[in-house]
Nanobody
Framework: QVQLVESGGGLVQAGGSLRLSCAASGRTSRDIAIGWFRQTPVNEREFVATISSGGGTTYYADSVKGRFTISRDNAKNTLYLQMNKLEPEDTAVYYC?????????????????WGQGTQVTVSS
């Protein structure tokens, strides 16, 4: 089992920045790829970004490319999502997800473990 706990959400004005963190514990290992997803009350959970187990490969949804950066510190078992130039459309609950495997994936069905989510609200 892998436990994931997100933090760093909050209220920010459009154009501002937030950094989300995801602390992993339990049976963690280097061979765990990580993804960030988000969900609003009216939309399905959608892919945001993913990073390979070693950190060498990243992939982003078109809607956040150039504004968000995913990273990881394997020594600290912590994952990050730096979000810049935030827009009201970025308002959602953000979830950290982990999958056993080295490679990135964009489908939520490919992930084995999920955090409880952290709310991000961007005001206009």
């Amino acid at each position: 089992q892998v436990q994931l706990v997100e933090s760093g959400g909050g209220l920010v004005q459009a154009g501002g920045s937030l950094r989300l963190s995801c602390a992993a514990s339990g049976r963690t290992s280097r061979d765990i790829a990580i993804g960030w997803f988000r969900q609003t009350p009216v939309n399905e959970r959608e892919f945001v970004a993913t990073i390979s187990s070693g950190g060498g490969t990243t992939y982003y949804a078109d809607s956040v490319k150039g504004r968000f950066t995913i990273s990881r510190d394997n020594a600290k078992n912590t994952l990050y999502l730096q979000m810049n130039k935030l827009e009201p459309e970025d308002t959602a609950v953000y979830y950290c997800a982990a999958r056993r495997g080295r490679l990135t994936r964009v489908n939520r069905e490919d992930y084995d473990y999920w955090g409880q989510g952290t709310q991000v609200t961007v005001s206009s």
